[in-house]
C-alpha cells in the first residue's frame, strides 16, 4: 500500500488593532575632550573646543550639533561634525566669567544629549589708549620758544593719576613726565563701556 503525505497549512490571523510597532531608537553619545573641565583661559584667547558625538543608528554628520555657554548662549549651531564624529569649534570672543560650556547633539528623530565642562575665563587688564592732540603732523618749533605738547589718554581700569606718562625724543630722550589733568576730561562710550579721557600737557 503506498501511502501519500498530507500536508496541513495552518494560517492564524489576529487582530492587530491593538498592536504597534516602531523601529527601535537610541540617543547619541556626546562627550568632550578639549578645553579640559575646569580649565581657565585669559580673556582674549583662542579656545579650541573638540568633542565626540556618535549614534547607532544615524552617521555622525546627520547629527544637529550645538556648542552653547551659559553665560554667552549659543555659540554656533551650524559647524556638524566630520564623518568620525568630531565636533570642533574655536572662538577667543568668550566673555569674562565661569562658564559651563555644553555640546548637545541630537539626531534626525530629535532625541537630544547633552555633555557639559566648566571653564573661566580669566578678565586681563586693558591697555591704555593714548590720543595725540598737538602738534598736528609737520608742525615745528623754535629752539628756545615755548612749545606745547598736548595728549588725550583713557584707561578703563585705572585712574589717571596712577599712570605713568612720558615724553620722549630720538633726540633728548624723555623731556617731560607730565599727570593727567582731573579737571580736562571728556567721555565717550566705546564697545558699550564709558571711556573717561583727560588731557595731558607738557609745556
Known amino acids: 500500500m503506498k501511502y501519500s503525505p498530507v500536508v496541513l497549512l495552518l494560517i492564524v490571523g489576529c487582530d492587530d488593532g491593538d498592536q504597534k510597532f516602531g523601529a527601535y531608537n537610541t540617543a547619541p553619545v556626546v562627550s568632550i575632550s578639549l578645553p579640559v573641565d575646569g580649565s581657565s583661559v585669559d580673556e582674549g584667547t583662542l ?24 553665560i554667552d548662549g549659543v555659540l554656533t549651531d551650524s559647524e556638524p561634525a566630520d564623518a568620525a564624529g568630531n565636533a570642533l569649534f574655536s572662538t577667543a570672543s568668550l566673555s569674562v566669567g565661569n562658564h559651563a560650556i555644553t555640546l548637545g547633539a541630537s539626531d534626525p528623530q530629535g532625541m537630544l544629549t547633552e555633555f557639559s565642562i566648566v571653564l573661566n575665563v580669566n578678565d586681563v587688564p586693558d591697555a591704555p589708549t593714548i590720543e595725540l592732540v598737538h602738534p598736528a603732523t ?17 584707561d578703563s581700569q585705572d585712574a589717571p593719576d596712577t ?34 579721557s583727560y588731557a595731558v600737557f607738557c609745556l
Open 138 to 154: 609737520g608742525e615745528s618749533g623754535e629752539e628756545g620758544e615755548e612749545f606745547n605738547f598736548v595728549v588725550q589718554v583713557s
Open 47 to 70: 579656545v579650541e573646543f573638540q568633542g565626540i558625538v556618535t549614534d547607532s543608528q544615524s552617521n555622525s554628520n546627520e547629527l544637529t550639533v550645538i556648542w552653547s555657554s551659559s
Open 163 to 196: 599712570m605713568t606718562i612720558e615724553f620722549e625724543s630720538d633726540i633728548d630722550d624723555v623731556f617731560c613726565t607730565p599727570t593727567a589733568d582731573r579737571d580736562r576730561k571728556s567721555t565717550r562710550l566705546n564697545s558699550s563701556h564709558l571711556v573717561i
